[in-house]
T-cell receptor, first 111, second 117 residues
Framework: NAGVTQTPKFQVLKTGQSMTLQCAQDMNHNSMYWYRQDPGMGLRLIYYSASEGTTDKGEVPNGYNVSRLNKREFSLRLESAAPSQTSVYFC??????????FGDGTRLSIL | GENVEQHPSTLSVQEGDSAVIKCTYS??????FPWYKQELGKGPQLIID?????GEKKDQRIAVTLNKTAKHFSLHITETQPEDSAVYFC????????????????FGKGTHLIIQP
């Protein structure tokens, strides 16, 4: 049982480049989330999708877009990467009222 | 929005002793309080959670207490072992249990727990 799978695990970008972080879950969960984790800051919510076909902004959405492709997949896109977006990105999923399950993260460096 | 404060940022205890991590929250509508453990290079993993209709919950060496009036909750680990060394995060959310959407979690900034042999 894979749970929440994130790809890639590591990525280095140059300022201004674009990329999409992929996330897929195999637990048939309705809700999916993207967080970023910075040293000393804990995890902060970027965007979430309460159910297939809906997305909402979290605490730090600027510079990001998301797509809920289907019930399994929720992608995060950086259109024009900036050094301030260097971070570890975590995807999570949950069913209504239940625990959020996290992937192992994508470590993104922007030069 | 919700604000979660977590203390201490670093906690060092002798193996076998107890460890306590404390969190406070600001939004009285929050009703779900999970605790996550994060090991190096891994994503956070849930270790215990509590809902606002319960004051205390235990699972073997781990317990969580909740004081809704004071808006604080705590994680207690007894008989600590080397494998307890990790970063621990508390979180809070006004989680809906039926219908509607499911909001994201608001996390504390984490506690680095070090178990000294």
């Amino acid at each position: 049982n894979a749970g929440v799978t994130q790809t890639p695990k590591f990525q280095v970008l140059k300022t201004g480049q674009s990329m999409t972080l992929q996330c897929a879950q195999d637990m048939n969960h309705n809700s999916m989330y993207w967080y970023r984790q910075d040293p000393g800051m804990g995890l902060r919510l970027i965007y979430y999708s309460a159910s297939e076909g809906t997305t909402d902004k979290g605490e730090v959405p600027n510079g990001y877009n998301v797509s809920r492709l289907n019930k399994r997949e929720f992608s995060l896109r950086l259109e024009s990467a900036a050094p301030s977006q260097t971070s570890v990105y975590f995807c999570a999923s949950s069913d209504l009222g239940l625990t959020q399950h996290f992937g192992d993260g994508t470590r993104l460096s922007i030069l | 929005g919700e604000n979660v404060e977590q203390h201490p940022s670093t906690l060092s205890v002798q193996e076998g002793d107890s460890a306590v991590i404390k969190c406070t929250y600001s939004d009285s509508a929050s009703n779900y309080f999970p605790w996550y453990k994060q090991e190096l290079g891994k994503g956070p993993q849930l270790i215990i959670d509590i809902r606002s209709n319960v004051g205390e919950k235990k699972d073997q060496r781990i317990a969580v207490t909740l004081n809704k009036t004071a808006k604080h909750f705590s994680l207690h680990i007894t008989e600590t072992q080397p494998e307890d060394s990790a970063v621990y995060f508390c979180a809070a959310t006004p989680q809906e249990l039926s219908g509607g959407g499911a909001d994201g979690l608001t996390f504390g900034k984490g506690t680095h727990l070090i178990i000294q042999p």
